[in-house]
C-alpha cells in the first residue's frame, strides 16, 4: 500500500515537496517513482530511486526537481522546485520490485498564478 501526500496550487516559480509512504511487504531490492498524468495524455515516469540510490528523472525536470528515500522507513520525497505551468498534473508515486507494482492515490499538482 502507498500513501502520498503534498500536493496542492503553487504559482510558478514556486516550490512543493511530494511524499510517499509504502507499507506491507516491502522487498530489499525495489525501485520507487513517481509519475504524473494530464488529462488526454498517457502517464509518463518523471523520476524514480531504487533501494541503492541509483536514480532516473525526465528531461523536463533535470535541475528542479530532487527524488529521494528512505528505506529505513519506506518512504520516498519529490522535492519540486522552479515549478512552470506545464508541471500541472495528477502526480502518482509507484512501488516496484520483481513481483510486485503498486500505485499510489494521486495527488493533485497546480502551478498557476
Known amino acids: 500500500q502507498l500513501q502520498a501526500s503534498g500536493g496542492g496550487l503553487v504559482q510558478p516559480g514556486g516550490s512543493l515537496r511530494l511524499s510517499c509512504a509504502a507499507s506491507?511487504?516491502?522487498?530489499?531490492?525495489?525501485?520507487m517513482g513517481w509519475y504524473r498524468q494530464v488529462p488526454g495524455k498517457q502517464r509518463e515516469l518523471v523520476a524514480s530511486?531504487?533501494?541503492?540510490?541509483?536514480?532516473y528523472y525526465t528531461d523536463s525536470v533535470k535541475g528542479r526537481f530532487t527524488i529521494s528515500r528512505d528505506n529505513s522507513k519506506n518512504t520516498m520525497n519529490l522535492q519540486m522546485n522552479s515549478l512552470q505551468p506545464e508541471d500541472t498534473a495528477v502526480y502518482y508515486c509507484?512501488?516496484?520490485?520483481?513481483?510486485?507494482?503498486?500505485w499510489g492515490q494521486g495527488t493533485q499538482v497546480t502551478v498557476s498564478s
Open positions: 506491507g511487504i516491502i522487498r530489499s531490492v525495489n525501485v
Open positions: 530511486i531504487t533501494t541503492d540510490g541509483i536514480i
Open positions: 509507484n512501488y516496484l520490485d520483481f513481483r510486485n507494482n503498486y
